[in-house]
């Protein structure tokens, strides 16, 4: 249940009206929420919601609600197959070794990262990222070390790629995956290498980001 957001919402003094024209979710799905009529809303709107009112969406939870996150992320993936993500976007300046523009910081496992040309194909993307793929899961799509662009502003279609996102306890954590299907209340995602969809609940994620190309890793794992 989310009914925390009347908390947060009423201590920002933010109305319903307000909160539902900054989030674009209807003022009935936000007082659904509030009121706890609604257990699993959909992932994208409490995105939407938490960006509103500055917060994360655990913040939205019920006070002492058990969250599973970290044993459900453990289940699909190994520490090292995940991209850490500090933020969901980073635009800096170039590095003087490219031209002028902009450039993307590569999202990698350790506190050391890269920073690389910014693709013509988002020139009309001011919040996409990239980040580095690590594991086998996505092979022969992906490799280890091939480097995706995301776009965090698109909506998930079927076969669409897309990096699932977990908010852990001392990070935020995405793992590279194929797009199945969704529900009101689940999402349906698969991994190139085994095939085997799983079903997860939207409540148990933070959200999906989409994949919009990649560059192969031409040194190899």
Known sequence: ????????????????????????????????????????????????????????????????????????????????AAVFIPLFSERQPMNQEFDKGDGFVVRQRSAAQTQIRKPSFLDYSAEAYAATNFGSAMQPRYFFGDTLFVDPTLEAMPLDDVVVMFQLPDRMAGIFREFVSETEEQIVIKDVASNKPVTLNKADIYALHVVVGSQRNRAGG
Do not use: W
């Open 1 to 80: 249940m989310y009914t925390n957001l009347y908390n947060v919402r009423t201590r920002l003094k933010v109305s319903q009206s307000k909160l539902s024209e900054l989030s674009r979710v209807s003022q009935s799905q936000i007082s659904k929420i509030e009121k706890g009529l609604t257990s699993s809303p959909a992932h994208d709107k409490l995105v939407r919601i938490a960006e509103a009112l500055n917060c994360t969406i655990d913040e939205l939870r019920d006070e002492g609600e058990n969250l599973e996150t970290q044993p459900i992320f453990s289940s699909l993936t190994n520490t090292g």
